[in-house]
């Protein structure tokens, strides 16, 4: 028999617990290959803790340094993608680039942020990221960048075209549960993805790790969108407007998913908006998509026994308490799904199309057709409230999934398991709408 999952996708998802030292041992990470970078390996060797120091003398680091050149080709550069907690130490995942392939490294910290252990990750025999076609490194480039508010630092990328000046810029903001700065998704990374695509015609992106995962500590109790999305979409928005070389008048805003539903939100705190990229955003409450995808799913797996009739039950009964409109007497940080009712009830009372709906903003809003997360009903129900505005423009992409990329059928989670990357259709239709005068 058949098992179904029911997939509370746009809901917080439970990932490796972060801690906030977190943003300094990336820090730290990072500056340990520059300085190999620079020959420095005494200095770099002074990053180990006093064990490693006993058993890799600098002689040695300089011996491993030549080694990697050797075997990979010239370093290039090196960032920290990932960490998590183990207990009393912390590991860091490092993507160091070379001439001739791109390696990942582990590194161990202890609490002091000294570096325990360092060895080349292994590689994954799963489905790896597919560089796309349009990401042309002739014609644009990247460099590192921080979206900072009180008490958050969070890294980010800052990628512009080459052969541009006073250029159209674009935030990226993520859909919902804990993110890096590409929105990874197994093998997919659809900001990565956008950023190349759209830098290749002209057009600067920021894009950001996403706080939740970088301070997930802070999530535990109450908190709403405001802490988990806008503040920080709102504080990109305004570096942008600060960064040489962008047209200050055409700086735009992407929304995926979540990020998409609160797009409007987003553009009433950030007045120097140009305009909005509603992808795959839902016009419906919550609970309505989350019904809908259980529902999906239940009828995908074809399963009809009585357990998991009653699993669909009881979930969807679990989906109802969600809609909540007032804390009334529960305590803000009670759970309902495994988030805090001040959540839920801030983002029920929020109403997506008719804050859309008062804005003045350039609006491009589309939907794919194979996205079982965010369905077809919310792309008309934006069309219906929003589609006779001259400011809005509307398309559905009959291929696209959630993650944008063209497929052959709507399927399931288990399609974003295979790499895949966003379509350049997609990509050059909102490239003519940002240009479009």
């Known amino acids: 028999m058949k098992k179904v999952t029911l997939l509370f996708f746009l809901m917080f998802l439970t990932t490796a617990s972060f801690s906030q030292g977190m943003i300094s041992l990336f820090g730290r990470a990072n500056d340990f290959f520059d300085l190999l970078s620079q020959q420095k390996f005494t200095e770099a060797q002074a990053f180990f803790d006093t064990n490693m120091q006993a058993k890799v003398p600098a002689t040695e680091l300089e011996k491993l340094w030549t080694e990697l050149n050797k075997r990979y ?13 183990q207990g009393e130490y912390f590991s860091v995942i490092i993507d160091a680039k070379f001439a001739n392939d791109t390696e990942s490294f582990i590194m161990g910290f202890d609490k002091t942020e000294k570096i325990v252990g360092f060895f080349l990750k292994p590689k994954s025999t799963a489905a790896t990221y597919l560089n796309p076609a349009y990401a042309d490194t002739t014609l644009y480039s990247s460099k590192e960048i ?3 508010t009180p008490g958050h630092s969070l890294v980010g990328m800052l990628t512009t075209p080459k052969k541009a000046t006073n250029y159209p810029i674009v935030v990226l903001v993520h859909g919902s549960g804990p993110s890096d ?5 197994g093998p997919n990374k659809p900001f990565k993805d956008l950023a190349a695509g759209l830098a290749a015609k002209g057009i600067a992106s920021i894009r950001y790790v996403k706080r939740t995962m970088i301070y997930s500590g802070e999530f535990g109790g109450v908190f709403t969108v405001k802490e988990e999305t806008v503040d920080d ?8 407007s600060t960064l040489p070389g962008i047209d200050k008048k055409e700086i735009y805003l992407f929304g995926h998913s979540l990020g998409g539903m609160l797009a409007p939100k987003i553009a009433t705190l950030a007045p120097s908006l140009k305009g909005l990229i509603l992808a795959a955003a839902p016009a419906r409450k919550f609970a309505d998509l989350m019904a809908e995808q259980s529902q999906y799913l239940y009828d995908l797996s074809k399963d009809t026994s009585q357990i998991v009739k009653k699993q669909l039950t009881d979930a969807l009964k679990e989906v109802e308490k969600s809609r909540i409109t007032q804390i009334g007497s529960m305590k803000p940080d009670s759970s309902i799904l495994g988030i805090p009712v001040s959540y839920w009830v801030d983002l029920n009372n ?18 794919g057709a194979h996205d079982f997360q965010v369905g077809t009903a919310d792309f008309e129900a934006w069309k ?8 809005v423009t509307l398309k559905l992409y009959p291929d696209l999934n959630h993650l944008l990329s063209s497929q052959l059928e709507k399927g399931s989670v288990l399609q974003y398991q295979q790499a895949a990357s966003v379509s350049e259709t997609l990509i050059n ?9």
């Open 146 to 148: 921080y979206v900072t």
């Open 350 to 367: 929020y109403n997506q199309v008719e804050t859309a709906k008062k804005l003045n903003k350039r609006m491009l809003i589309f939907q």
């Open 73 to 85: 080709g010239k370093f290039e550069s090196a960032a920290a993608v990932q960490g998590k907690n």
């Open 233 to 240: 979409a709102v504080a990109a928005v305004a570096l942008a």
């Open 181 to 185: 700065m590409d929105e990874t998704v």
């Open 429 to 437: 239709d909102i490239v003519a709408w940002i240009k479009q005068k």
């Open 384 to 391: 219906t409230a929003l589609g006779k505005k001259s400011n």
